[in-house]
């Protein structure tokens, strides 16, 4: 790969990664106002509700999809959350944790914030190696507990009780309360993430996120993997210095860790020509740079898509419903 593949690398990820952002961004505002009508008492809604915010629900998503699996039927109150749901799902089962490293504005933003650290203290800092596994471990314990809970523990007639009930349909609204009108504990919390991602890369992604965990497990099945040409490799580890997951990329032949992300950063610092690449097993000769993120947008944009033509994006809940509901919040606890 030669230095204008390399610098188009970055670039085309920056690109996607900040679009993604701006369009999250831009439906957290959407919704903001939506909500805002409901509790200011209009008639009608400044602007309808944008069902992507189901998105943040990544709990209720995994309900959703065990109700799907164990009825069969998509339950009508935020699909979007299923549709999305399943749509990272199939990226990861088809292109790696992708999500991760290309979509995920949390993801984005830790990047952000490692760049930032990098210019404030003049240098990286990574976690002892005794520490960092054992640290690893931690997300995956904790997408342990939601499996236990949710995918193991709750009968159909649990899952239905809680995907019936007012607290689903309003864990949007009280998501968006979870940012807008923050506790001092959240405050603190985040502070504290923050500060650590400023110190270490991917501070949460890496040691704490179980939706990540999930990814990269169902990663594992992907037919695309990063893969080295033994033949022209030189052995100078630039790949493994600069993997964000800290992977010895130099010492595999390919890298079938649940941790790989697909962010191709050793495929742009490899300095020799076609050594490293994302190939799924069954092709041989080299990609343009521009096809495994082309693979990435339309495995995520696809799904979105089948899940709208499908009518499975709107939600049942209509703007009486959040009336009625809204002032039942504070009650509201499971
Ligand atoms: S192995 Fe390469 S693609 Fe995977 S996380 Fe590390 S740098 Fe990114
Ligand atoms: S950066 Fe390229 S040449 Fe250097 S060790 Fe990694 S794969 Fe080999």
Known sequence: MNLRSVKSLSTIRSIVQFCFLFWVVGIGIRFGLFINSVESGAAVPLVSRPPGVEGFLPIGALTSFKYWLVTGKIHPVHPAALVIFVAILIMS???????????????????VAHKLGSKIFGRNFRVWRWLDI?????????????????????SADALAGFLDAPYWAVSDVKMLHFFTDMSV???????ILTLLSLFYKMFWCRYLCPYGALLGLVSLASPFKIRRDLTGCTGCQSCSAACPSALSVHACNTVSSPECTGCLTCVARCPEQNVLSMQPFFWKKPLPVWF????????????????????HWQSSLSYADYQRLIPLLPNLTH
């Not at 054992?134 to 499996?147: E, S, T």
């Not at 504990?185 to 502070?191: F, Y």
């Not at 082309?294 to 709208?308: C, D, E, K, N, R």
């Open 93 to 111: 089962l088809l292109a790696r944790k992708s999500f991760c490293s290309w979509l995920c504005p949390v993801g984005t933003l830790s990047e």
């Open 134 to 154: 054992p640290l690893r471990g931690l997300k995956y314990l904790l997408l342990l507990l939601f499996m236990k809970f949710i995918l193991l523990d709750m």
């Open 185 to 191: 504990t959240t405050i603190v919390v985040l502070a």
């Open 292 to 311: 495994f993120p082309a693979v990435v947008v339309l495995l995520f944009t696809s799904g979105v898509a089948l899940g709208m033509v499908s009518g």
